[in-house]
């Protein structure tokens, strides 16, 4: 949405001068299995959160905001401690304008002030999400059209567990 804080900072300018309401495509927020998905981790029933890992395709401005607002509302939007980011591909700047000239690729690490990570992987994979939770992985796959619930069994080998 903004290339740097300055743009936001007079986004926000702009917003509040005009005294109009501001909405950053949140729809993934209102989908009923990334609800669900929200539920299970909210109740503990499955044990921790212990991380959250979002494959997408999308560029930066075009669909970063989208993969963040996710993970933060699956983490009961549990505040930052750290962010971390990187452009990947298909970075176009023009350095003399102070322009970037394509929306470039990226991927990122947010963590939140509980230690839990989520990774923002740009896969190729399209939309999908992982929940890793103590034994239990919850995922959505091909843009929350799919879902599954992998359990960890006991693999007898040490204590370990495996996902089927």
Known sequence: ?????????RMVAAVEGAGVAF?????????????????????GSRGRLRSLIHHSCGP???????????????HG??????????LTRNVDIDTEAGLIRADPAR???LESEDGV???LLNTGR??????????VVASSWN???EWRLRVAEDTGAGGQSAFV
């Open 60 to 74: 930066l401005f075009n669909s970063g905001s989208h993969s963040i607002d996710l993970v933060l509302h699956l």
């Open 107 to 109: 991927q990122g690490v």
């Open 117 to 119: 990570p989520a990774y």
């Open 23 to 43: 909405n950053l495509g949140t729809n993934r927020r209102w989908d009923a299995g990334y609800r669900a998905m929200r539920s299970l981790i909210e109740s």
């Open 77 to 86: 939007d549990t505040p930052l401690r750290t962010v971390q980011g990187s």
């Open 143 to 145: 843009g929350g059209r």
């Open 1 to 9: 949405m903004a290339a740097s804080l300055a743009e936001a900072d």
């Open 126 to 135: 399209g939309h999908a999400v992982d929940a890793v939770l103590d034994g």
